[in-house]
């Protein structure tokens, strides 16, 4: 079997990529040269740079038919054959299109973002002894002939058993606009914050700055030690009023942390809102540059928390991306409890700071390639080694998974691909990077036959595909999946072996039956088949993933 080999002085061809609660248990893209250039426009250069990408030393072209003999090829894939994306664990979209479903409504398309579907799943990967990712691939083959999904697989070691900690200083923004009177939003908030602090420390500190048509801060940065009724006092009164004013409430909050900024802590900002501005500043990039300063000079990184059945989740995700940081969403007690006992404190710690993730493909045995999501996290794969670009912040006990559709040439057979994930120590800012390799024999098994975590990311990943589809014409075999005039989306391009909605829904019983009854998996299966009797059966399947010969 074939092995592919680049030499430690070259360019990766490499790789798709706490606060310690206690007591809460109580209460392909397309790789096409149009998404080339657009990705390297995303972040900016350096005064020394990443090396460029070596050229291939070896004359023979992709799908000539040739073996690897075995021999080390010194040489990286052409451009064409690498993926590259910042790392992302958000979990809102998922969270956000429950809700909708719930509700009696399908979500908006451009609302579904598949890599927060899966990873809204935690996965059971190996986990590292130190900071930074262990690195997992696998995958099988779908129903489509020729066609497999492929899954790489990140996770952080998560808290130490000790629960050792520096203080945390924690600045909560809460929206008290008059939106937020609506069930299920400032109550919730109220409710969350309200649980969050009988869980701090006495070593903590937290501040609360409420907004509406103004900001102000309502309690400055108060260590907790005996002043929990004080907190809660302050939390009490906080009551809706008028327009949102999500600008005043981000700047006196930021400004806020900043005050409150303690040598030694872990410094956080907290966004609880529905996010729908309509005051002041409302544009997202006059917005995003009050945190993209405090980030910067600070460290400061932001934590957005969405709730409402009228929810601006791009603004939300925009914002905290900007800000270094996550978003998820509540839409009840229990999923608030969740949050705030246990990805709030997977978010509050680092174990990884700009990670980014490149994946390169074997253009030997790989023919078409497609990643599945994470459309406006592409990092251009000159930027990969680049550390003044942008990447994503992951905490500890994280898992981040990144899905491929792959279409292998006929007839070959041996390495699959490269994954690598680069990233800086949270504290000294040393970069270090960990790969893993997959061949073809690691992939020869049905998709349906697969470990439970396997089939788990593809119902979640179907699942947001269906979603992404709504009402419209899936793609025919064929059609492109990026725009020729724009660079854009044309129109929704469908997975391989696409399965029915209730064939989804069927699945996800199967593994919540196969995990004890999980009930995340439980509610994957019952949103799954809302949406399946809101589209009369629409998603029955079959939709192709193209075979006009270019990589997806």
């Not at 914002?319 to 006992?341: P, W």
């Not at 179907?462 to 044309?490: E, I, M």
């Not at 064939?503 to 088949?529: F, M």
């Amino acid at each position: 079997m074939g092995t592919w080999k680049i030499r430690q002085g070259l360019l990766a061809t490499a790789v798709a990529g706490g606060l310690l609660l206690s007591g809460c248990s109580g209460g392909g893209g397309e790789r096409a040269s149009d998404n080339a250039d657009k990705s390297r426009r995303r972040g900016g250069g350096s005064a020394t740079g990443p090396l460029p990408a070596p050229a291939p030393a070896a004359p023979s072209a992709p799908g000539d038919g040739k073996q690897d003999s075995g021999e080390e090829r010194d040489f990286a894939p052409p451009a064409d054959y690498l993926s590259t994306f910042a790392l992302d664990v958000d979990t809102a979209s998922y969270g956000f299109a429950r809700r909708t479903l719930a509700e009696g409504s399908l979500p908006d398309p451009a609302t579904v973002r598949p890599e927060e579907f899966v990873n809204s799943f935690r996965q059971d990967y190996p986990r590292p002894e130190g900071d930074g990712f262990s690195v997992n691939v696998d995958g099988a083959r779908t129903d489509e002939d020729g066609w497999s999904l492929m899954r790489v697989g990140l996770a952080t070691r998560g808290d130490g058993s000790d629960g050792e900690r520096p203080p945390a200083a924690l600045t909560f923004v809460i929206d008290v606009s008059g939106s937020m009177a609506e069930p299920g939003r400032l109550d919730l908030v109220k409710e969350s914050l309200g649980v969050m602090t009988e869980q701090l420390r006495d070593d903590d500190s937290l501040a609360l700055v409420t907004f509406s048509d103004s900001a102000k801060t309502v309690l400055p940065m108060t260590r907790v030690g005996d002043h929990r009724g004080k907190v809660h006092a302050a939390i009490d009164k906080m009551e809706p009023t008028q327009s949102t004013n999500l600008e005043a409430g981000i700047k006196t909050g930021y400004d806020t942390a900043v005050r409150g900024e303690r040598e030694g802590a872990t410094n956080r900002v907290v966004l609880l809102s529905d996010a729908l501005a309509n005051t002041g500043e409302t544009s997202a990039d006059g917005i995003l540059e009050r945190i993209s300063d405090a980030r910067r000079e600070h460290g400061i990184t932001l934590f957005g928390v969405g709730v409402g059945s009228d929810y601006g989740d791009a603004l939300m995700e925009r914002l905290a991306d900007k800000g270094d940081g996550h978003t998820t969403y509540v839409s009840d007690s229990e999923e608030a409890r969740k949050v705030f006992c246990e990805q709030l404190p997977a978010n509050i710690e680092l174990r990884a700071r700009d990670a980014k993730a490149q994946v390169a493909f074997d253009p030997q045995t790989v023919k078409q390639f497609r990643l599945i999501g994470y459309d406006n996290r592409e990092v251009a794969d000159d930027d990969f080694r680049d550390d003044s670009v942008d990447g994503g912040e992951v905490g500890p006990g994280h898992t981040v998974t990144a899905l491929y559709a792959i279409r292998m040439r006929p007839g070959t057979s041996g390495h699959v691909a490269t994954a690598n994930v680069r990233w800086l120590d949270p504290e000294s800012r040393v970069p270090h990077e960990e790969s893993s390799d997959i061949e073809s024999g690691d992939m020869d098994g049905g998709l349906w036959n697969a470990d439970r975590g396997l089939r788990t990311t593809a119902v979640a990943a179907y699942f947001a595909d269906a979603l992404r589809q709504g009402t419209s014409t899936r793609t025919s075999p064929g059609d492109p999946a990026v725009s020729p005039d724009t660079g854009s989306p044309a129109r929704q391009q469908s997975l391989p072996g696409t399965p029915s909605l209730s064939e989804l829904a069927e699945n996800a019983d199967e593994l919540s039956a196969d995990s004890d009854g999980d009930k995340s998996l439980r509610d994957l299966a019952t949103a799954i088949g809302r949406a399946d009797r809101l589209t009369g059966g629409y998603g029955s399947g079959a939709g192709g993933a193209g075979d006009d010969g270019e990589i997806r």
